[in-house]
């Protein structure tokens, strides 16, 4: 959903289902992961919920939708775009695995998950299946996971 808060900026909230182990483990492995990142090619965590049964994280809203939508419409992005894009993902995905204090891996990327902003940046999204990797760390375990 969207919310248009007093400062009339829109966000865009992301409401997790049910809350269960899973999705509590979802929820506090995005808030961790996203919080402690900051860079132009990844969204921009604003704020969360976590009151009762509430799960709410609080996005920047991203005006030009995902990936997906903007690839498979009638009206093909040019090339310069198809590249631009895929180096900004390419640049977030550096950030995440060389830049960031702890190293994260996504675990989950897609054309859903890659939202476009004003100018079609390139931001990578939804973090609830990432893995902090540590200092001491040369791999990670992930079995399967992510996109089906």
Request: hydrophobic letters at 40%; proline letters at 1%.
């Amino acid at each position: 959903g969207v919310l248009q808060i007093g400062s009339g900026v829109q966000v865009a909230v992301k409401k997790l289902s049910y809350v269960m182990q899973e999705i509590e483990k979802e929820f506090k492995t995005e808030l961790n992961v996203i919080g402690q990142t900051h860079h132009k090619n990844l969204v921009r965590l604003i704020g969360y919920c976590d009151e009762g049964q509430q799960r709410l994280l609080v996005y920047e809203l991203l005006s030009n939708g995902t990936l997906a939508s903007f690839l498979f419409t009638d009206i093909k992005p040019s090339w310069r775009q198809r590249i631009e894009i895929a180096y900004g993902v390419a640049r977030g995905l550096l950030y995440l695995h060389e830049e960031c204090s702890t190293q994260i891996i996504h675990c989950d990327i897609k054309p859903q998950n890659i939202l476009l902003d004003d100018y079609y940046t390139a931001r990578i999204s939804d973090f609830g299946l990432a893995k902090l990797l540590m200092m001491n760390q040369s791999r990670t375990h992930t079995a399967i996971r992510g996109t089906k």
